[in-house]
């Protein structure tokens, strides 16, 4: 907390920079409702605004808008003023009124000024406060405001990537510029300019040359009054580009007579409208962040207890709801009767009436994440709502074994449906005591996923989203993750039985909603009992199976990685001229793009640092030799830190296999995902990449790795549901597709089709699965974009249906907004009609590539259901892996030659298509041979 000179404190919050950074700080897990709606920026600016609040307990505050879509002054002397900014995206727009309405709610102004920026509204009550004797604090990550900074005026910079808050005083803006006095941070500005906001400043001169040209001559004006000490070609840059230099000035310069009063008792922090509040809160299924206003506003006793208890279910003496209102309850104020059954009598009439239920829900409670490392503490079952019972097991593992057995008529029943969340987890750990969970089965973690794919699918969110109840968090009984976090077995009885039985209680209740919510998604009821329910078992064998690893294959490759990083660090640093730290992004930019100068107006980031990500340093790596060096050099950095020395490390201590967790509920397109570890990002397209798979071996002599891997899926599935007979006759003709996409674009023979022809060709087929335009095929080859975007047309020409197909995807997830697969499965495309071009060309590209992928994801699962149960009736061999399109088998010898065609003929015909659907499948020692 910061400690002021007086009690007088002014927090000005610039809004657009804080909801960005909000909307982007989510980007890869955005928040996603059950309206479909993205409430990412709204979360991520009101837990910057609640963390301010609750941190600095400020006096005063308000929140500052730029005025959308009305030019602003500097737009009048240079109207390209932040003209290459992209449109804002979908999610901010529609974010921004909610923000609004909540601020006002809450009691908080909310400024703007027309034709003034965010930047000029907080510099004029800045200035206007500090004469009022106020201690202002600009809340922005904007670098710019450092020019405003004064004794009384300081910027208030946001944590950020794991950093605490950043306070910047005079001091700290001096050291930060490289500047004598804060107010020349303009001149700094003006000298280099901002590509962010499109100020060109003097061409060739970098923050380093800005930064001399100060401390030189103090300003912009004393620059070109000492222009004669210049020289060469920098000299010439300065000279050439006075007027630009100065414009560049006056863009930057924050103006500090905008037409906004400071009225201090209008700035007053005072007591939201906690109603109001909660009905937007409602609205946007925010349950927790209304928790979070009480806690902020230390709002205890009658006020909270009113508000919060007005809102939740009560219940009198016949246990009728009396109050229908209500945003969530909990374990404190829902009536339930949960029963610890902790000896013989109690269990056998306990599995008695199990015996007798149609369905029943069950959850394992264990002392570890991870199944296979896992102790069985105790199993809740429930089969009435608020009702459930708790049976412990004993730590001793006979014992546990023993009592295990008990439920054996009961979850290896056939008649009995098992309910679950996250089914696989309790199948893995049961199994370690001979216990299995036998089909029918309901995961409600699963049928969520066929549900609403893009939402998350925990137990916590579907409670509140469809139950408006806030489940006990296993973090109030054992602690935060850490050394002092506490096993679950030590928790008392009571709690536990609370605890575990209050899971199955809410799982059981939300297996009643998703089966009525499976009748508004047409075939999802046939996609879980046929396909997702089926691989939960499925998946559970591969998980306990693992797959064995040759450490010493790793550490000979990590050796020679160690070498080849040397080696490469030593090109770098001759590319440069001298040694830096490569693995700073601030130092390679300065020595990519202000020493080397490889490319004219480079990106930056919101920071205002050179952007050197992967993409940006791909289109441009045939610029400067050093480009590329640096490329190879993450690649195999990466590959030995994730892969080549993490790998030993995930083998389990009691099977000495490595165990990988399939994520089923995860890709929106049906896809499986796999973590610790992750198998599905091993780069094989380079040599050292393949080298990692050499690792992954038989377990022994007697066996052998196989590995399916379907041919081209992607291609035949576009060929087949588009019906373009061109391309579906070269599938039917054993045609090798992109020479024969070649031969028609470039209208010649098929045997004159050269390498360079085949290999453009290949890009435009898989890149039209995935949206490419003439710019993208002309960055992935060495076309212009004319040649591009004629080779684009000739395709389209070439396979006519295809591009009708593409249109006909479009408009149907525009008309019904969602697109689905040969399976039903759905991808709901809510952005489909967007008015930001970026975002509904973004969801136009996935109405055509979402059943496409979809599709290849539905036809491997099916395949891998219909091989498990035909691999457990008659073979040994176990299927270990799934990793894109490819299915990894460990085979005894003796079966290889009865089992590869069984493998091959049942994933090429695991679902009817109207084009031959190809396996290639390959037998080694290892993966690398196998593949």
Same mark, same amino acid.
Request: net charge negative; charged share 25%; glycine share 6%.
């Given at each position: ?53 609750? %941190? ?124 004598? %006095? ?48 210049? %020289? ?602 967007? %008015? ?96």
């Amino acid at each position: 907390m910061l400690t002021p000179d007086n009690d007088k404190r002014l927090f000005l919050l610039d809004a657009y920079a804080l909801i960005f950074r909000g909307y982007y700080a989510f980007i890869k897990n955005p928040i996603i409702n059950s309206k479909g709606q993205n409430t990412s920026a709204i979360m991520g600016f009101m837990n910057s605004l609640l963390d301010l609040l609750r %941190r600095e307990k400020p006096t005063h505050l308000a929140v500052v808008f730029d005025v959308g879509g009305i030019q602003t002054l500097r737009h009048d002397y240079f109207p390209e003023y932040k003209a290459n900014r992209n449109e804002t995206p979908e999610g901010i727009r529609t974010a921004v009124p909610y923000i609004q309405e909540i601020l006002n709610a809450m009691h908080i102004p909310v400024l703007f000024a027309a034709g003034y920026e965010a930047d000029d509204v907080i510099g004029t009550l800045s200035r206007k406060a500090e004469k009022q004797g106020y201690i202002t604090y600009m809340m922005t990550p904007d670098k710019d405001y450092a020019q405003l900074v004064t004794d009384k005026v300081k910027m208030y910079k946001p944590a950020s990537r794991g950093g605490g808050v950043e306070v910047w005083g005079i001091e700290e803006v001096k050291k930060k510029f490289g500047v004598d %006095r804060p107010e020349q941070v303009v001149d700094y500005l003006g000298m280099m300019g901002d590509s962010v906001d499109n100020i060109p400043g003097i061409p060739g001169v970098g923050a380093k040359t800005a930064q001399k040209f100060i401390k030189e001559y103090g300003s912009l004006e004393g620059l070109y009054e000492n222009i004669a000490k210049l %020289r060469g070609k920098l000299k010439q840059n300065v000279m050439e580009n006075r007027e630009l230099a100065f414009l560049s000035k006056k863009l930057a310069k924050i103006i500090t007579d905008a037409p906004v009063d400071f009225i201090e008792e209008k700035y007053t922090v005072d007591v939201p409208d906690f109603d109001k509040v909660k009905e937007i809160f409602a609205e946007l299924e925010f349950r927790r962040l209304l928790e979070n206003i009480y806690k902020t506003y230390d709002v205890e006793g009658e006020t909270a207890s009113e508000s919060l208890h007005a809102q939740i279910s009560i219940f009198d003496d016949e246990g009728e709801e009396a109050v229908k209102d209500k945003i969530f309850t909990d374990i404190s104020t829902t009536k339930h009767h949960y029963q610890l059954v902790d000896s013989d009598l109690p269990i056998k009439l306990l599995i008695q009436n199990l015996e007798k239920q149609k369905q029943i829900c069950v959850d394992c409670e264990t002392t570890a994440i991870k199944a296979l490392e896992a102790e069985l503490v105790g199993i809740a079952f429930s089969y009435e709502g608020g009702k459930g019972y708790y049976v412990k097991f004993p730590e001793d593992f006979e014992q546990a074994k023993a009592l295990a057995q008990k439920f054996k008529p009961i979850l290896e029943n056939p008649s009995i449906l098992k309910i679950g969340q996250n089914l696989k987890y309790d199948m893995k750990v049961l199994s370690q005591y001979g216990l299995q969970i036998s089909a029918p089965i309901f995961d409600t973690m699963v049928a969520h996923y066929v549900i609403n794919p893009d939402m998350r699918h925990n137990l916590d969110v579907l409670a509140e989203t469809y139950l408006n109840y806030k489940t006990v968090k296993i973090e109030t009984l054992i602690g935060k993750k850490g050394k002092n976090q506490k096993s679950f077995k030590e928790v008392d009885l009571d709690t536990q039985t609370e605890y575990a039985v209050e899971d199955t209680d809410v799982t059981l209740q939300l297996k009643e909603i998703f089966s009525h919510k499976l009748n508004e998604v047409k075939k999802g009821e046939a996609l879980l009992q046929e396909v997702e329910f089926p691989l939960v078992h499925v998946l559970a064998g591969m998980e306990q199976e693992g797959i064995s690893l040759d450490t010493k294959v790793l550490e000979n490759l990590s050796q020679e990685l160690e070498t080849d990083l040397a080696k490469l660090e030593k090109q770098i640093f001759s590319d440069a001229g001298h040694e830096f730290n490569i693995n700073s992004p601030k130092q390679l930019g300065e020595i990519l793009f202000e020493e080397l100068k490889v490319i004219k107006n480079p990106k930056k980031t919101r920071t205002g640092q050179y952007s050197t990500s992967e993409d940006i340093l791909l289109k441009i790596k045939d610029k400067h030799p050093m480009v590329e060096h640096v490329l190879i050099y993450r690649q195999l950095q990466k590959l030995k830190s994730t892969y080549v020395e993490a790998l030993p490390k995930e083998i389990n201590p009691k099977t000495g296999r490595v165990h990988t967790v399939f994520a089923q509920t995860v890709a929106a397109t049906g896809r499986l995902a796999s973590n610790n570890p992750n198998l599905q990002n091993i780069p094989i397209r380079t040599e050292r990449g393949q080298e990692v798979r050499k690792a992954f071996v038989a377990k022994d002599d007697e066996h052998l790795l196989l590995a399916a891997d379907y041919s081209q899926i992607e291609l035949r599935l576009i060929a087949g549901l588009s019906g373009d007979e061109a391309m579906i006759n070269s599938f039917l003709n054993h045609e090798d597709i992109h020479t024969a996409t070649a031969a028609k674009i470039y209208s010649i023979p098929t045997n004159e089709v050269t390498r360079t022809q085949r290999s453009n060709a290949k890009t435009v087929n898989f890149g039209i699965i995935y949206g490419v335009s003439a710019f993208g095929l002309s960055e992935q080859t060495k076309l212009s974009r004319a040649e591009s975007k004629d080779m684009i047309d000739a395709y389209f020409e070439s396979y006519p249906m295809l591009k009708k197909y593409m249109d006909e995807q479009v408009a149907l997830a525009r008309k019904q907004g969602f697109v689905e697969t040969i399976l039903g499965r759905r991808r709901y495309l809510r952005e489909i009609n967007s %008015r930001n071009h970026v975002v509904r060309s973004h969801a136009e590209r996935n109405a055509v590539n979402a059943p496409i992928q979809g599709s290849a994801a539905d036809i491997i699962k099916v395949a891998m259901v219909k091989l498990h149960k035909i691999l457990n009736q008659e073979f040994k061999t176990k299927m270990l892996l799934q990793v894109h399109d490819e299915l990894v088998f460990e085979v005894p010898k003796t079966e290889l030659e009865a089992v590869q065609p069984i493998i091959k003929n049942t994933m090429e015909n695991a679902v009817k298509f109207n084009v031959p659907l190809v396996v290639e499948a390959g037998v080694g020692k290892n993966w690398f041979e196998a593949h």
